[in-house]
């Protein structure tokens, strides 16, 4: 299990930025991969983006790719999620979570074992 603090969220207006962080706990972290999950009431939660650790190579929903950025710090154990030109379709809850497990981004929210506490992001139109 791996601590995970997500500060911020936001308000944004369509075609806006917004970068999410999190924090990080654990002398491994260098060794997890990291994903970004957002969920929306009434659905299921939606994989984002994930960065293995090795490479650091990434993975991202199509509905963000081009969009979105995904990084890691792994000396200060942080995990970023840049975002730009948002859509109101972006409104979520969106979570940080990390795989202790696997060696490469699988994006399916079963197979990470912890998890932010979720900040929303609301994009207004």
């Known amino acids: 299990q791996v601590d995970l603090v997500e500060p911020g969220g936001g308000l944004v207006q369509a075609g806006g930025s917004l970068r999410l962080s999190c924090a990080a706990s654990g002398r491994s972290f260098s060794s997890y991969v990291m994903g970004w999950f957002r969920q929306t009431p009434g659905k299921d939660r939606e994989f984002v983006a994930g960065i293995n650790w090795s490479d650091h190579s990434t993975t991202y929903a199509d509905s963000v790719k081009d969009r979105f950025t995904i990084s890691r710090d792994n000396v200060k154990k942080m995990v970023y999620l840049q975002m730009n030109n948002l859509k109101p379709v972006d409104t979520a809850v969106y979570y940080c979570?990390?795989?202790?497990?696997?060696?490469?981004?699988?994006?399916?929210?079963?197979?990470?074992?912890?998890w932010g506490q979720g900040p929303q992001v609301t994009v207004s139109s």
């Open positions: 979570a990390a795989d202790t497990l696997h060696n490469v981004v699988v994006p399916i929210s079963g197979e990470f074992d912890s």
